[in-house]
Every structure is written in C-alpha cells, then in structure tokens.
C-alpha cells in the first residue's frame, strides 16, 4: 500500500454512481459575534453575522460523493415544511438528485441547529446546539413509498451506501428488503452506527471504536483488540468484503472476508479542529473505491486522507480530488 497507489485511484472514482439511503439531516450554522456577557444569564451574547446550510446526516456522504466527481442519489424522508424546502435547495446545489425524497407530513424535517460564536479564532466556536427531530419508526405506507423509491434506483448504481443516524427510516424489514432486490453486482455498504445486526450478509460494514465495543460488550484498547473484534463483527454479520472500525487518531482497523486484517495509520495531522462528518467522509470514500475495484485496504486508507480534510475545518465538508491529491502528496503517516 502506497500513496502513490492511492494517488492513481483518485481519477478511477469520477462517475461512480452511489445510491445513499438514511437519514437525511439539515445543519443549520448560526454564527454570531460574541460581544459581551448577558445581564440575564451567565452566557455569551451574540451579534448574529450568517446563517450557514449544509448537507447533515444521510445527505453528507452523498455530498461527499458528488465532491468526488461521483454521482449521487438520496433515498429519505422529509416533511411538509419550510426546512424540507430548504434542505431540497441546499441538496440541488451540490448536485445530488432528490426525486426519491419521500414526504411525511406528519414527522418535521430533522434539522440540527448549531450556535457558534465568533471569537477572532480561525473558526468560530459551538456555544450551543438544538436538534429538531422525531424518532417515531416510519409508518407502513412511508416504508412502502421508500422501498419502491429504492428499487427504481437500485438497479443503475454500482452501490447502495446506508447511512443509519437512528431517526427511524432504516428499519429492519427495508434493509431486508434491499438486501433481497439487489443484484449481486450492487456493493451494499452500511455506517452501522452500533445498529449491526440488521445489516447482516452485506459487503461492507463500518463502526467506530465505541459502537465496536458496545457490540461486542468489552473493552478494546490495542492492536490485537481491534483486530480481534473485526474478524468477530465480519464473522457474525457474514459480511461478503469485510468489517471497518475507525479509531480516530489511532487509525482504522480492517479485517476482510479472507481472515486478512490490516491496521491502516492516520496520515499525520495537527490541525484537528472539528471531527464533525468524518465518518460520513470516510464510508462514502470507501464504498466508491470499492465500487472501482480498490482493496478494502486501500479503500481503508484513502478514506483516511479524505477524512484528515475534514477535520480540519468546522462541520461537515466534502473534500475535492485536487484536495484529496494534496493530502496524499503532502501528509506522512
């Protein structure tokens, strides 16, 4: 595995057409100056100075996606009112198709919305946060719009990506279903979010450390813990590629179908300021390198790289291949 290995695979992603279901998230940035101390309560009073609206949730792999030159499609439920009109804009905008949103009328549109003071930092703080949303399980007659939105686009992708935030969407029997219609040359690719079970007999399945050791209900600490616990996962979930665990600055941990495993380092970085949709970054990198033909190493690998990007700025941010290049060119690990 080298980075000039990596560098070559980079132009391979332009096109690859990914189907993204889940749940589909409105961030909402509020920037404000921060002035002065309120006479009311102990707290920052701001001068509001921009509003920010950015793909969150579901929708930022497929922004992820389509800032590498792929193409995306998002399979989610919205509802009836103003925040849904805006998070159909803000979709548009960076190019990802929407024509398979569902509407419900009777759950609001998740929107998590950010206070953030600006202090004369090189990005401004996160003073508070509000998150609007409903949990309720999706009724029947939504999950059958969603599937039948699913099925339509299945059969032109290379891969569906299901990005599970746990707001009811990707319920059991819709992922059972998908897993029955696709073809056997649709990769399926999971960000479990420590919902592992349902996603068993797919090819790709990505936790983080925390959700790795909940499942499996013990501590994990060291190389041969994280390895240990990805061949576990892959083995269980019978999954066809292999188990992803990310571990923050300590890296990622593979372990393929074959019994292989591979500890893939984080490129060297110290500007970390918001680790904020590197997840997302990293499963939406590594299922379109899979769906080229890339190793689950090197896809490990370069999801890396791209998720370094991320952390160096404030909120969710979709890298781009001449961004992604720098990286590979630029950081050791």
């Not at 132009?11 to 749940?23: H, Q």
């Not at 003071?117 to 007659?141: H, N, T, W, Y």
């Not at 029997?173 to 998908?178: I, K, R, W």
């Not at 923050?248 to 500890?263: F, I, L, P, Q």
Request: proline residues 4%; contains cysteine; hydrophobic residues 45%.
């Amino acid at each position: 595995m080298t980075t000039e290995n990596l560098r070559h695979l980079v132009p391979k992603l332009e096109g690859c057409r990914i189907l993204v279901i889940g749940d589909a998230i409105l961030d909402e940035y509020l920037v404000g100056k921060a002035t002065r101390m309120s006479r009311e309560a102990p707290v920052p009073v701001l001068e509001f100075e921009e509003r920010r609206l950015i793909p969150g949730g579901a929708a930022n792999p497929a922004a992820n996606i389509v800032s590498l030159n792929g193409l995306a499609a998002l399979v989610s439920v919205i509802g009836a009112d103003s925040e849904a009109t805006a998070l159909r804009q803000v979709l548009q905008a960076r190019g990802i198709e929407t024509d398979a949103l569902v509407v419900d009328a009777t759950r609001p549109t998740t929107v998590k919305t950010r206070i953030m003071a600006q202090m004369g930092l090189r990005f401004p703080q996160q003073v508070a946060r509000l998150d609007r949303l409903s949990r309720e399980p999706i009724s029947a007659a939504v999950e059958r719009r969603l599937r039948a939105a699913l099925f339509e686009h299945m059969s032109n992708v290379d891969a569906v990506l299901f990005s599970d935030y746990q707001a009811g969407l990707l319920t059991p029997e819709l992922v059972a279903a998908a897993r029955s219609n696709a073809s056997e040359r649709v990769l399926l690719t999971a960000d479990s979010q420590g919902q592992f079970d349902k996603y068993n007999g797919f090819g790709l399945v990505k936790c983080n450390a925390a959700e790795a050791e909940a499942y499996l209900r013990r501590c994990l600490q060291t190389n041969e813990d994280f390895a240990a616990a990805a061949q576990e996962i892959c083995t269980r979930l019978k999954l066809t590629l292999g188990m992803v665990i990310t571990r923050g600055g300590d890296g990622v941990t593979v372990a393929t179908a074959a019994g292989e495993v591979t500890h893939c380092p984080t490129p060297a970085i110290v500007d970390v300021y918001d680790t904020v949709g590197a997840g997302d970054t990293a499963v939406a990198v590594m299922t379109m390198a899979l769906a080229v033909g890339a190793s689950l190493a090197d896809a490990a690998m370069l999801s890396n790289y791209a998720s370094g990007l991320v952390v160096r700025r404030v909120g969710n941010y979709s890298p781009t291949p001449s961004e992604l290049i720098w990286a590979l060119e630029t950081w050791r690990v």
